[in-house]
């Protein structure tokens, strides 16, 4: 007759093999169920759920979420929020009761005089974004800075010019993010005493980011290190003046484009900038790629090179790890492989909409990786490129595969730390 063994009695590495075949769902409803296997739960996951995005974590029922948050809130420091409130999951009360280590929280879709009561709970809170849905915040900038003194980094979105104002009360921000219009003179008000600010985020600028406002920046703000915003009617070379500059993300109009490479080039940012993302991707001539190529610290580079004269001057960049040339319709083959031979810790590279790009870059990209002294595999987006959607599976087998990831569709962003950028495809009707 068949041994009958009860799942209590398994060994402790035999009942986590059983946990880790199961779905997250599955080892909750465990989980509820006794001491043994909530023990188990636990030390599955005791490195897991540091970061949290609630649209992502595909738990169904709020019993589960509570399951989940009980056992497991104490450890998620970030925390995405995207339900909206006609959601059957209303998650703000059970985050404010049980994840009382969070330090950064993204509402994104609830309606804020709904959600303000339990933010306001959350007191371990760092770091704070809200876009003010449906516009109903009461006076929701004033009470973070009462109840939520360890704020350093805040992201407003959608709230008006008055609340705004709340804002020049933070004057230990590190980290700023405004994504409305003010005023010129409110803007100055709001930022020139904000001494520690290493992060400035903006929308459209264009109203209140004037030439005085971006010198008054540079001077004022003397560790900023991250900068990004869109239109502007600042004189752009003012930018070399930031000292500290590691990021930079901005329109240049088609007229300040040579003058400000070249400033960016002959100043300091030549050795220390290591983002630079150009938005409106319009063309960049070869006098211009020559200027930007002598920024030999970047890692992450967004344009658009004409030609393959521009792309030979890039490939001079030595340490570039993200580049997205999509849309770049004009250039070849043979300096876009050199690029990648010269980069060994490039691991992502979007040539989307480069019609010249056919099956022999595969094969130069895959020779190139496969002499790289540091295995660093890198992810390629080649939509609406020449290159045939089977090249990898007609390769001979000594081909290096595993280290390219190729794609045809468009990319969903770049990422390196805190650092995103969407990378979507953008095309000028003006370009020509």
Known sequence: MARITSI????PSCLLFIFKLLSLEDQLHLARCCRLFRDAFLHLHRHHFQHVID???NLRTLEDWHTFLWLCGARIRSLQSYFDDDHPLQLLPLISRHCYRLERISIHNATVARAQPYLLR??????????NYKSTSKDLVRAIRIHLPQVTSLSLESFDRRELQEVRHFSELVELGLYDEVT???FALIVKNMRNLRTLQLGNAKRFLVSSNLRMLASNCRQLEKLSFQDCDADLLVLPQFSNLRYLQIYCPEELKTRFFKALARSQCSTQLEYLILHRKRWISEE????ISALRSLRWLVCKPRDDLCVRHLAELRHLECLSVQAAREIGEFQLSLLVANNEQLRYLNICYCLGITDAFILDTLGSLGRRAVHQ???L???ATDIRHDIMERLPSEYPRKMLCLNFECSEGMTSGDHFYADEPEFDRQAV
Request: glycine share 0%.
């Open 8 to 11: 209590l009695d398994l060994e």
């Open 55 to 57: 649209r992502d974590t």
């Open 122 to 131: 959350m007191s371990s809170l760092r770091s704070v974004h809200v876009r």
């Open 184 to 186: 010129t003179s409110e």
């Open 288 to 291: 211009q790629a020559q200027h």
């Open 377 to 379: 595999p890198m992810e």
């Open 381 to 383: 987006f080649a939509a």
